[in-house]
């Protein structure tokens, strides 16, 4: 009994140093991103290998520009479409992004039958599938930067320190300019200038409202479920929606 009870102390002490150093190791690199742009993303080094794999050259289109020169329309749009309270919240918001994504849900589903469409789930799939719908903006860019896309209790407990040291170390209008300038628009196309000149051929200074607001809807999956390319009503239906929260939307101060 006395070995199974200085193995099971050895195991407990090893697992809190464990938590201990990995909790270290984020801090330090969420305290560089308070003045430091970040070089890459885990989701950046993901696509490359996933490029890679296929035997191709990966792609990356990014340019990065401060909060100040993304359209305040852009702002507006990505906060109604993926975190309507992101300006008043401390990083965790799931029950008020479930209830404005359901009512998003069940409005477009009404637009599809208006349309002549039986079919509501050509629009989107259901909630419990759409993982985007359940993260803050804050949570997605702890993954984005840091974590793999995997599905696991161990990736979310990662996520959600990250969530809390983001928080912490940076201010709202930060958090946001890092979202802004590392999410995927496309193949290859990450941040808010690269997605603003591909799509429109202009700056993301320069985007106009109905621009801001087709761009904030293919963030939730710009590959496949909401691919301009391959889903265009689908896009379209969200953009519409998406135009109809944007003047509701509070942005982080500066």
């Keep these: 009994m006395r070995k199974i009870g200085r193995i099971l102390l050895w195991t407990t002490l090893a697992a809190i140093l464990w938590i201990v ?27 490359a290998r996933e490029a890679h ?17 993304i359209s305040v329309h852009l702002q507006r749009a990505v906060i109604a479409g993926e975190d309507h309270n992101f300006a008043t919240h401390n990083g965790f918001d799931y029950e008020a992004i479930r209830r404005a994504w359901e009512e998003a849900q069940h409005e477009a589903e009404r637009e599809a039958r208006a349309e002549g469409n039986a079919d509501p789930n050509d629009w989107i799939p259901p909630l419990p599938t759409f993982k985007r719908g359940a993260s803050t903006i804050t949570q997605q860019l702890a993954k984005n930067l840091f974590l793999s ?67 904030a809807a293919i963030i939730p999956n710009p590959l496949t479920v909401f691919n301009p390319q391959k889903n265009p009503r689908r896009v379209a239906r969200r953009q519409r929606i998406i135009l109809r929260y944007m003047s509701n939307v509070k942005l982080p101060t500066k």
């Design 149 to 215: 896309t995997e599905r696991s209790f161990l990736r979310k407990a990662r996520e959600a320190l990250i969530t809390i040291l983001l928080e912490r170390e940076l201010t709202k209008r930060r958090i946001l300019e890092l979202y802004l300038n590392v999410i995927e628009w496309g193949d290859g196309i990450y941040g808010a200038e690269a997605a603003a000149r591909f799509y429109f051929k202009k700056s993301a200074a320069d985007l106009a409202p109905r621009e801001a607001a087709f761009l």
């Design 53 to 69: 794999a296929r035997g191709e050259e990966p792609k990356r289109i990014q340019q990065w520009v401060p909060l100040d020169r």
């Design 21 to 47: 150093a990995e909790t270290a190791i984020y801090a330090y690199w969420v305290y560089q991103l308070r003045d430091h742009n970040p070089q890459t993303t885990a989701l950046i080094e993901q696509r």
